[in-house]
T-cell receptor
Framework: DQQVKQNSPSLSVQEGRISILNCDYT??????FLWYKKYPAEGPTFLIS?????DKNEDGRFTVFLNKSAKHLSLHIVPSQPGDSAVYFC????????????FGGGTRLMVKP | DGGITQSPKYLFRKEGQNVTLSCEQN?????MYWYRQDPGQGLRLIYY???????QKGDIAEGYSVSREKKESFPLTVTSAQKNPTAFYLC????????????FGSGTRLTVV
């Protein structure tokens, strides 16, 4: 049973527009969430995170929103750039699971020039 | 510079042979992980180790083995028992506290010929 789901396997966006990547989770114990970005044949790199005590965290063009009641988080990229084309993984951690992360299946973002 | 190094980048193996993938980190992280990624798929956990001389099976441990004799090193052996070993393998490490997230290596592409 997948505890972290990214229901859209791919997303195509025009350069300059907003990209919205979604992630849903089922485990109510999750209290920390992270987004990773991965280029082909490379390891994922950390992008942005959010604690469950917040509902929004912003870092430059990247903003993560958390809706705890809906068990849903989203990553907004504004404006989208061609270099943002990559696979994005959502990950979650529970306070009683130490530093173990549970990953979603990933969403491939394609930003068209 | 601290980091996590996987070698080799590309590896070819004949059917029926065992092969060992190297993962070394100099981040002083306690925990280390091995993931497998197949084309169009997410990250699947093979093995993880929270401390030296101890490791646990992940979701897809069959056909794989690991050792953790040193804090810095977590090699993964793909045995001949692994039915579909061709994949992209990622090693990661994490420190104390979830806010560190994971640091990933750049991956090893294993191809069985």
């Amino acid at each position: 049973d997948q505890q972290v789901k990214q229901n859209s396997p791919s997303l195509s966006v025009q350069e300059g527009r907003i990209s919205i990547l979604n992630c849903d989770y089922t485990n109510s114990m999750f209290d920390y969430f992270l987004w990773y970005k991965k280029y082909p044949a490379e390891g994922p790199t950390f992008l942005i995170s959010i604690s469950s005590i917040k509902d929004k965290n912003e870092d430059g063009r990247f903003t993560v929103f958390l809706n705890k009641s809906a068990k849903h988080l989203s990553l907004h990229i504004v404006p989208s750039q061609p270099g943002d084309s990559a696979v994005y993984f959502c990950a979650a951690s529970a306070y009683n699971a130490g530093n173990m992360l549970t990953f979603g299946g990933g969403t491939r973002l394609m930003v068209k020039p | 510079d601290g980091g996590i190094t996987q070698s080799p980048k590309y590896l070819f193996r004949k059917e029926g042979q065992n092969v060992t993938l190297s993962c070394e980190q100099n981040l002083n992280h306690d925990a280390m992980y091995w993931y497998r990624q197949d084309p169009g798929q997410g990250l699947r956990l093979i093995y993880y180790s929270q401390i030296v001389n101890d490791f646990q099976k992940g979701d897809i441990a069959e056909g794989y083995s690991v050792s953790r004799e040193k804090k810095e090193s977590f090699p993964l052996t793909v045995t001949s028992a692994q039915k579909n070993p061709t994949a992209f393998y990622l090693c990661a490490s994490s420190g104390t506290g979830v806010s560190y997230g994971y640091t990933f290596g750049s991956g090893t592409r294993l191809t069985v010929v």
